[in-house]
C-alpha cells in the first residue's frame, strides 16, 4: 500500500526534521511548506555573489586552480569522446504527468521531444490503482516502445526519462526511472543532473547495509528516502534531498502523488505546465509542453519541492536558505532546442544574439556565412543578419546516422565527419566563409570541418564561435572531457587556430555574454568557462569511460570503479569513506 500524504495539515512553518546520520555536509538544509504555489516566496534571491573570472585569451587559464600534474577535479582518465563526435554530451530528459488517462501516451510523445538530451536509453513508469509498472530500455524511445507495451502502461500518472550516461556505464540495469518498494510502498524517480556527493553517501549507505543494484548515482536517493525516519512520503523527500550536492531536477511517483524536486543552485532546467484537462505536466524543456498541448506555467524554483495529488492539488515545498542560482549556461548555447524557454529565456533570442555580439566583436570581410549544423545555425542566422551577409546552407547534416556504423577497411580520412556532414560546393567555392559554430571542446572536429570547407574550394575560413573557451569539466550533469583534453586550457586562440587550420578564429568574449544576460548574469553557472565551480567536487567523478551496452549482469565492478577519477588537490577520499570500502575497491 502505498504511502499517504496529508499536506493540509503540515504546519507552514519550517519543519522539524527527525534525527538522521550525518554525511558531513557542508551546511544542513531546511524546509518549509507554502500551501499556495502560485505565490511561492522563494522567488526573488538576495545574494549578491560576485566572482573574478578569467580572461579567455589567457594560455592554460585552468592552471591557477588545478597544478598541471593531473591533479585537478578530472585527473587521469581516458577520453569517451569520439574525434568525430566532439561535443559536451546531453545530460538527461524527464517528464512528469499527473491527472490524465493518457499519462503514459502523453510521457512518450513528450519524451520524443527531449530525445535530444539522451539517446542511450528511454524508460516510463505508470501508476495504475496504486500500482507502478514500468517499461525501460536501451535505445531511442521509438525503438524502446511500441502499441503494446504502452498498452502495459494504463494510469492518470507517469514519469519517463531518456538517458545519456553522465554517471553510472551504459547497461541496461541503469536506465530509469528507478522503481523501488520499502516498507511504507513504491516509489519512482526520474533524474537529470549529477550529485557530486555519490561516492561518499554510497559508501555510507553500504556500511548501513545497503545493496545496490545499479552503478548510477540516482539510486542513492531511492536509498536515502527508504531509511528516512521522517513521516509523511513527501518529508522523506525532504530528507533526503539534504544530503544530496550537486545537480538534480527529478520527477517521483508513489501510488497517489507527483512529486518534482529541483536543487537549490537550480542547475538543470524544470518547468510546469498545463493540459486544458487540468493535467499537470513537469518536464525539462517547454519544448515537451508544446508537443502534448500543455499550457507553460512557469519553472520549478530552485529549491522547491512540488507536490501533486488529487485531495490538495499542487502544493509546493521551499529549500531555505537559499544559494544564488546558478543555471547551466549551457543549455542556451547548445543543449536545449531553440524553441525552448530554458530559465525563463528564448533560446532561440540567446543564440540570435549570440551571433549578433560575434560580428559587432569579431568582423570580417566575407561573402558568406554558413552554420556547423544544427546547433550553430541560429547563431549563423544572427550573424549573418547583423554582418548583411547572406546566410547558406554550406554544410549539409545527414539525420540518418544511427549510433553505430561499420567503417571502410580501408580507412577513409575524416570518415566519420563526412558521414555526418556534407560541403556544398556551390556555396563555398572560391568564397570567402564564415563558419559559425556553437563552441569548441577538443578541436578534433572543428579541424576536419575545416579541411572539409577547404576541400569544396573554399578561398578563405573564418571560425565564429557561439560560446567563450571551454576550459573546465562539468560536474552537473555534462558530460565533458577532462580539462587537459580540453583544447582551450591548453592553447592560446592563435594556437587553436593554427591548429584548426583557419584563416581566423574567434570566441563570444566572456564579458560579453554577461552583460548580454544582463541583471540574470550572477543567476548563471559558468564553470566551464572560469573553472569556478559553485559546487565545489570535494570527491570523484563518474566519466563514461567504456561503458558497456549489456544487460547489466556481466559487467565486472573493476570496471565500474575505473570510473572513478581523482578529485582535488585538497580531497582525501579516506577521510570522507570508511576505509573498509576504499579496500574492498567496489
Not at 291 to 319: F, M, N, W
Request: charged residues 20%; glycine residues 8%.
Amino acid at each position: 500500500m502505498a504511502a499517504t500524504v496529508n499536506l493540509s495539515s503540515t504546519p507552514s512553518n519550517p519543519i522539524s526534521k527527525l534525527p538522521s546520520f550525518s554525511l558531513n555536509s557542508p551546511q544542513k538544509t531546511s524546509f518549509s511548506l507554502f500551501p499556495n504555489s502560485s505565490s511561492f516566496p522563494c522567488k526573488p534571491f538576495s545574494h549578491s555573489l560576485k566572482s573574478q573570472f578569467i580572461t579567455s585569451s589567457s594560455k592554460n587559464p585552468i592552471s591557477d586552480l588545478f597544478p598541471p600534474n593531473k591533479s585537478g577535479p578530472e585527473g587521469d582518465i581516458v577520453s569517451s569522446f569520439s574525434d568525430d563526435d566532439d561535443k559536451p554530451r546531453e545530460e538527461c530528459g524527464v517528464v512528469g504527468i499527473f491527472g490524465d488517462l493518457e499519462a503514459s501516451r502523453l510521457c512518450y510523445l513528450a519524451l520524443h521531444a527531449l530525445q535530444h538530451r539522451g539517446q542511450e536509453g528511454a524508460g516510463i513508469v505508470a501508476v495504475n490503482n496504486n500500482l507502478l509498472q514500468t517499461v525501460t530500455g536501451v535505445g531511442l524511445v521509438s525503438e524502446v516502445f511500441n502499441e503494446s507495451k504502452l498498452d502495459q502502461l494504463p494510469g492518470e500518472m507517469a514519469i519517463g526519462h531518456v538517458r545519456y550516461s553522465t554517471a553510472g556505464s551504459s547497461m541496461l540495469k541503469n536506465v530509469q526511472p528507478f522503481v523501488a518498494g520499502y516498507r511504507f510502498g513504491s516509489v519512482g524517480v526520474a533524474h537529470n543532473g549529477n550529485l557530486v556527493n555519490y561516492r561518499a553517501l554510497r559508501a555510507m549507505l553500504e556500511d548501513n547495509g545497503s545493496i545496490f543494484n545499479t552503478s548510477s548515482d540516482t539510486e542513492v536517493v531511492l536509498h536515502l528516502i527508504a531509511i528516512s525516519k521522517a513521516r509523511p512520503f513527501l518529508l522523506r523527500i525532504v530528507d533526503a534531498c539534504e544530503k544530496l550536492e550537486g545537480a538534480y531536477s527529478m520527477v517521483f511517483v508513489t501510488g497517489d502523488k507527483l512529486v518534482a524536486v529541483r536543487d537549490p543552485y537550480g542547475f538543470r532546467p524544470l518547468v510546469m505546465g498545463r493540459r486544458s484537462n487540468g493535467a499537470v505536466v513537469f518536464a525539462s524543456e517547454t519544448c515537451a509542453l508544446d508537443l502534448i498541448e500543455a499550457t507553460y506555467e512557469r519553472e520549478v524554483y530552485p529549491g522547491e519541492v512540488l507536490v501533486v495529488d488529487k485531495k490538495d492539488g499542487v502544493q509546493s515545498l521551499c529549500l531555505m536558505p537559499h544559494p544564488e542560482p546558478k543555471q547551466c549556461i549551457f543549455e542556451h548555447i547548445y543543449f536545449a532546442l531553440p524553441n525552448s524557454l530554458v530559465f525563463g529565456r528564448s533560446v532561440y533570442e540567446s543564440r540570435r544574439v549570440f551571433g549578433e555580439i560575434l560580428a559587432t566583436e569579431a568582423p570580417v570581410d566575407c561573402d558568406v556565412v554558413i552554420a556547423v549544423p544544427d546547433s550553430g545555425v541560429v547563431a549563423a542566422l544572427g550573424y549573418a543578419a547583423k554582418a548583411g551577409v547572406p546566410f547558406q546552407q554550406g554544410l549539409i547534416r545527414s539525420h540518418y546516422v544511427g549510433r553505430t556504423f561499420i567503417e571502410p577497411s580501408q580507412k577513409i580520412r575524416d570518415f566519420g565527419v563526412k558521414l555526418k556532414l556534407s560541403p556544398v560546393r556551390a556555396v563555398l567555392e572560391g568564397k570567402r566563409v564564415v563558419v559559425v559554430d556553437d563552441s569548441i571542446v577538443r578541436g578534433t572536429t572543428s579541424s576536419k570541418i575545416v579541411r572539409l570547407i577547404k576541400e569544396a574550394g573554399a578561398k578563405e575560413i573564418h571560425m565564429r564561435i557561439a560560446s567563450p573557451p571551454i576550459i573546465g569539466s562539468c560536474y552537473y550533469g555534462v558530460d565533458t572531457p577532462s580539462a587537459e583534453e580540453l583544447i582551450s586550457n591548453r592553447m592560446t586562440v592563435e594556437e587553436i587556430r593554427k591548429f584548426i587550420g583557419c584563416d581566423s578564429l574567434a570566441f563570444l568574449p566572456f564579458d560579453s555574454l554577461k552583460k548580454m544576460l544582463s541583471t540574470d548574469s550572477p543567476k548563471f553557472c559558468y564553470a566551464c568557462f572560469s573553472g569556478k565551480y559553485p559546487v565545489m567536487p570535494r570527491e570523484v567523478k563518474v566519466k563514461g569511460v567504456g561503458d558497456s551496452m549489456d544487460d547489466g549482469l556481466n559487467t565486472p565492478l573493476a570496471s565500474i570503479d575505473g570510473l572513478w577519477i581523482k578529485g582535488p588537490p585538497n580531497f582525501d577520499l579516506e577521510k570522507e569513506i570508511d576505509p573498509l570500502y576504499q579496500e574492498s575497491k567496489i
